[in-house]
């Protein structure tokens, strides 16, 4: 007979047992207020992953008294939503609350999250949706407006040991795993509980008296950062990089690259960016900044990983270093609203090229000389365009 995983066998039942997410179940917080209210509300939990979403869900729909349905979108599709809701409309005759839980809620197409919104709105289903992603990108607003949307925090590092002792506890085995390898544990989860619980049941049945941080590693290998490169941690991640180099903050600048690079990205994606912030935010307080970028591009295109690491890290720093200047992409805000402003102006005749003499006698080209430097004396712009200097 199959065992059941111990991470499931840890799954919290009631709200008091659930540890962390003290902003979501404080005395007077929602969640506490649905479970004394015994009211369902229709929710988006929106958190990484192990962080509780489906274990809140479950809960929720027992402090309420409703049937708890449950739905992945990622191998579900329209047929199961309309099966879902005649489900429900039997459950209403019966005076009975009907909750549907879909995970990976993102998931779904436009069209798909369209079929809940006549349901959601009558009150015949509550939705309850669970997401990795910003749910502002991934799901529809007239969807979200109907429904609260709670942010989940990673758990932290003490609430992770916390969950990891009471597991021990409950399989009354305390004393065979080491305090340094629960710390252990706790540093490779990432926030994630189901991973630490996966974990230490990997590392409790090797051949060992004692689990050690040394069996951990063994059982464990090496952890997957939790780096989607088309998910939201990887928008995070190249915007803390970004702004760390904007603010001359090296280390950051560094801890951030190599994040990204440990989770697999794209060098020549990182690169580009690099190329951007050369102007945007360099610019002339050093114009070597952008050749330096394009040639950091160049380079890892031609060397490759892993030894294209050396070029990134390399001008990184020197980006991160260089002195600031954000003139350039002001210059351009305030060129392209004058431009806004005066989309059809002429272009002076004197500026003009006069290839036949007709132009010429007409004023093409007057007066204008071809040498460095030259200044005509009607200026270069239009007679309607203020010289505004916007550099």
Do not use: C
């Amino acid at each position: 007979m199959q065992r059941i995983p111990l991470a499931e066998r840890m799954r919290p039942t009631t709200l008091d047992e659930v540890i962390g997410q003290t902003h979501l179940l404080g005395g007077g917080e929602i969640l506490r207020q649905i479970a004394k209210n015994k009211e369902p509300v229709s929710l988006i939990l929106w958190g990484p992953p192990g962080s509780g979403k489906t274990t809140l869900a479950r809960i929720i729909a027992n402090e309420v008294n409703a049937e708890f349905i449950e739905l992945s979108a990622v191998t579900s599709g329209k047929k199961d939503i309309e099966r879902i809701v005649e489900h429900a409309r039997q459950n209403w005759n019966l005076q009975l609350r009907t909750i549907l839980f879909v995970d990976e809620i993102h998931r779904f197409n436009k069209a798909q999250q369209d079929a809940f919104l006549p349901h959601v709105e009558s009150g015949l289903i509550t939705l309850i949706g669970a997401t990795t992603e910003n749910p502002s990108f991934d799901v529809i607003t007239p969807l979200l407006s109907r429904t609260r949307v709670l942010v989940l925090e990673p758990l932290s590092k003490p609430d992770i040991i916390a969950i990891l002792k009471r597991a021990l506890k409950a399989e009354k085995i305390t004393g065979r795993v080491t305090p340094k390898a629960l710390d252990y544990l706790a540093e490779l989860s990432g926030g994630d509980a189901r991973v630490a619980l996966g974990n230490l049941e990997l590392a409790l049945g090797m051949d060992a008296d004692k689990v050690t941080p040394d069996v951990v590693k063994v059982a464990a290998q090496k952890r997957v950062p939790g780096y989607d490169k088309k998910g939201e941690m990887h928008y995070n991640v190249i915007s803390a990089f970004i702004k760390s180099m904007r603010g001359s903050d090296a280390t950051a600048t560094l801890y951030y690259l190599a994040r990204m690079l440990d989770a697999g990205e794209d060098p020549k994606f990182i690169a580009r960016r690099m190329i951007i912030f050369a102007s945007e935010d360099i610019g002339l307080a050093g114009n070597g900044a952008l050749g330096l970028a394009v040639d950091a591009f160049n380079a890892v295109d031609r060397v490759g990983m892993p030894e294209a690491q050396y070029i990134l890290y390399h001008v990184a720093a020197a980006l991160a270093k260089s002195k600031k200047s954000r003139q350039t992409t002001d210059a351009m805000g305030r060129a392209k609203d004058l431009a806004k402003r005066f989309p059809d102006s002429q272009v002076p005749l004197h500026l003009r090229n006069a290839p036949t003499k007709l132009m010429k006698d007409l004023g093409y080209n007057q007066d204008y000389e071809w040498k460095a430097d030259f200044k005509h004396k009607k200026g270069f712009l239009p007679d309607d365009v203020p010289d505004e200097k916007l550099i």
